[in-house]
């Protein structure tokens, strides 16, 4: 019997027989996550969470532990910062609410959800799935939030929209430097994939959702979510240069029309939210301190919480927090964490083709952007940066690779890979599908 073409080439991931529901619990711990409110002051509710405990009461069955999804890095994260809050207890005489709940019962749930996401995406559709409600979810809140920046009755309707006073857009997410680095996030996810053939959103609602995010990133005013762009496009020139620099080319139209239009309505604002002098000084002074503690104490740093207890405020900036207060040990532990991330996914980028590939450069460059706004903001806790690391975890237990075909025997000038259009019996190679 003649063997034919789709004996031996992959089905896209939308027909894909392997296709998994994800669900609805986790969709709607998605759906919420960019939505916040402050109870108390260093206190912030997320709903999302109260899907994610649904989940593990009604739901928890159904989990599987997948060896693949974890490492050591993983193991050692939460011991990690146990040792560190002893340190700070030994430094400071006490254990503040903030260290017990904000940082180590905070680091356990997303070790929780980490595990419950990379156990729950079993496939490469249902990966895509996910990623796509995590775009819609953000897009429709990001266009929420823009139109209230523009029209501040809107704010009055809903006061928690835009937090900071309606200057800058901050969705409901209380801080628009966490806001920022969610769009980004979403960005990376859509603009990438579309970039490489296979967007998350096809048609005009594609370009839409890009040209919207990009509009409420640059809104944001977010010194480090832009930083985290910066940090985007770098990652992607690495591993793809020309998209890269299709993607750079977009952005700067988006940023020189809505230039043109704060031209018009007012520039002195828009460069000033921009510049904002005060606030460089502020993050270059704490930045200072954080590092004279990590100095004074470089093995095992000040202790879980010391800088927001003796000085009132955080480091702003998410390697300088570990060293100061964790020391060499915490930030070896974090750094191998999040560089485990690519060591994953550069051998699947290499290794897959088609949409597949698609998706996981996509979240390769949003990992990438994320480690770009640690450089302005603690943002070690926030939930879309550990579902990007879920995604990336679950590509790795569930893609099949190689996604391609290898020919044995053929020239060295002919293509280690066939087409199903290139497929006919007249190229009469011996095929061998791994």
């Keep these: 019997m003649r063997p034919q073409a789709r004996d031996y080439f992959p089905t896209s991931l939308e027909n894909s027989p392997r296709r998994g529901a994800v669900p609805l619990l986790l969709t709607l711990y998605v759906i919420f996550l960019p939505v916040q ?47 560190s809050a002893w340190v700070g207890f030994e430094q400071n005489g006490e254990l503040t609410s903030y260290v017990v709940v904000n940082k180590l019962l905070g680091v356990l749930w997303l070790l929780v959800s980490y595990g419950v996401l990379s156990s729950e995406m079993s496939s490469a559709a249902a990966v895509r799935s996910l990623a796509r409600t995590f775009v819609a979810s953000v897009c429709a809140l990001n266009i929420l939030a823009i139109a209230g920046f523009f029209w501040p009755p809107l704010e009055s309707i809903m006061p928690r929209l835009n937090y900071d006073a309606g200057e800058r857009v901050a969705g409901f997410l209380i801080d628009p430097n966490a806001f920022g680095g969610l769009v980004l996030t979403a960005l990376a996810l859509q603009a990438v994939t579309a970039l490489l053939k296979a967007p998350l959103f096809r048609g005009i609602a594609g370009p839409l959702i890009s040209a919207s995010l990009m509009a409420g990133l640059v809104l944001t005013f977010s010194r480090s979510a832009w930083i985290g762009l910066a940090a985007a496009l770098v990652f992607l020139a690495t591993v793809r240069p ?62 879980l919480g010391t800088f927001l207890f003796e000085h009132g405020s955080i480091i702003h900036n998410t390697y300088l927090w570990f060293l100061s207060e964790c020391g060499v040990v915490g930030a070896i532990v974090v750094i191998g964490l999040t560089m485990w991330y690519f060591k994953v996914a550069i051998p699947i980028i290499r290794s897959s083709r088609g949409a597949q590939r698609g998706l996981i450069v ?47 025997f053929a020239p060295p000038s002919e293509s280690l890979a066939l087409s199903p259009a290139q497929f006919s019996p007249s190229n009469r190679p011996i095929l061998r599908a791994e």
């Design 37 to 83: 409110f402050q109870i108390v002051e260093g206190f912030n509710f997320a709903p999302s969470d109260l899907f994610l405990l649904a989940y593990l009461l009604f739901q928890s069955s159904r989990l599987q532990f997948r060896k693949g999804a974890w490492s050591i890095w993983h193991a050692a994260l939460l011991p990690m910062m146990i040792l």
């Design 242 to 303: 020309l998209h890269s620099l299709k993607l750079a080319v977009v952005i700067a139209g988006t940023g020189l029309t809505l230039l043109v239009y704060m031209a018009y309505k007012g520039l002195d604002y828009f460069y000033a939210m921009s510049i904002r002098p005060e606030t460089i000084q502020s993050r270059i002074d704490s930045g200072g301190v954080a590092l004279g503690g990590f100095l004074s104490h470089p093995i095992l740093g000040t202790g």
């Design 362 to 408: 996509a979240l390769a460059v949003a990992h990438a952007g994320m480690l770009g706004v640690s450089a302005g903001i603690e943002v070690f806790y926030q939930r879309h940066w550990w579902l990007v690391m879920a995604m990336i975890a679950a590509c790795r237990t569930s893609f099949s690779r190689p996604q391609f075909v290898k020919v044995w």
